[in-house]
C-alpha cells in the first residue's frame, strides 16, 4: 500500500512541477524576441533531471517521509499484536484500516504542501529561463494565503517582503531567517509547512 502510494505521489509531483513550469511560460509570454528571432521556454533534460531530484526526497518537504514511517510502524504494530493475541485475519484488517483513516487528514496536508511546493520549483525553472533570455533578474513575491490557519512565520514573511519584491537569492535569504526564528526550515524556494498555501510569482 505505501508502495502504491509513494507511485502515486511521484506522478502527482510531476504534474505540478509540469503545471508550474507551463503556467509561469504562459505568464511571462514565452515567446521572445531577441535579434529578430523568436525564443521559446523549452521544456529540456535539465527539467527532467530536476523531477528526479525532487521525488528523491532531496529539495522537498519531509512530510511525506515521516508519513510512511509513522504509517509503516503503526501497521506493524497491528500485525505484530493481532499475532499475539491470535486475531483474525478480518480483525486484523478492519484495526489496519482504522490505522490509515486516522492518517488520511495528514495525507491531505501533506499532499496540498508537496504538491504547491514542486509546482512553485516549476515555477522558478520556467522563471529561470526566462531571465536568461531577456539577460535580465527578475523579482519575485510569495503569495501568501491567509486565513486562522496561517501562521506566525508567514505574517511575518508577508509583511516583510517589499512590493516590488527581492531577486530570488534575497528571497531566499529572508525566508530562511524569518524561518530560522520560528523553528522552520526551508526546502527548496519557499518556506512552506501543512496547512499554509505559499505561491512562488515573478513582480512584473
Same mark, same amino acid.
Given at each position: ?10 506522478? =502527482? ?24 528571432? @523568436? ?68 495525507? @491531505? ?46 505574517? =511575518? ?48
Amino acid at each position: 500500500m505505501i508502495k502504491d502510494l509513494k507511485l502515486l505521489v511521484n506522478n =502527482e509531483m510531476r504534474d505540478a512541477y509540469i503545471h508550474g513550469f507551463k503556467s509561469a511560460s504562459e505568464e511571462g509570454k514565452v515567446n521572445v524576441v531577441q535579434k529578430g528571432k @523568436r525564443l521559446d521556454i523549452k521544456w529540456d533534460q535539465e527539467d527532467e533531471d530536476a523531477i528526479r531530484v525532487l521525488q528523491s526526497g532531496r529539495v522537498q518537504t519531509n512530510s511525506y517521509n515521516e508519513l510512511s514511517m509513522v504509517l509503516s510502524t503503526k501497521l506493524n504494530l497491528v500485525v505484530a499484536d493481532s499475532i499475539a493475541q491470535g486475531r483474525s485475519i478480518n480483525t486484523t484488517v478492519g484495526e489496519m484500516q482504522k490505522i490509515v483513516n486516522t492518517e488520511v487528514y495528514k495525507l @491531505r496536508r501533506i499532499a496540498r504542501t508537496e504538491i504547491i511546493n514542486v509546482g512553485n520549483e516549476g515555477r522558478l525553472a520556467s522563471y529561470k529561463k526566462q531571465e536568461k533570455l531577456r539577460k535580465k533578474p527578475f523579482k519575485y513575491t510569495l503569495v501568501v494565503a491567509s486565513g486562522p490557519r496561517t501562521c506566525d512565520a508567514h505574517i =511575518e514573511l508577508k509583511s516583510r517582503i517589499p512590493a516590488a519584491g527581492l531577486l530570488i537569492d534575497d528571497l531566499i535569504q529572508l525566508q530562511q531567517s524569518v524561518g530560522a526564528s520560528h523553528g522552520l526550515s526551508l526546502t527548496g524556494n519557499s518556506l512552506l509547512h501543512p496547512n499554509q498555501r505559499t505561491i512562488l510569482l515573478r513582480v512584473p
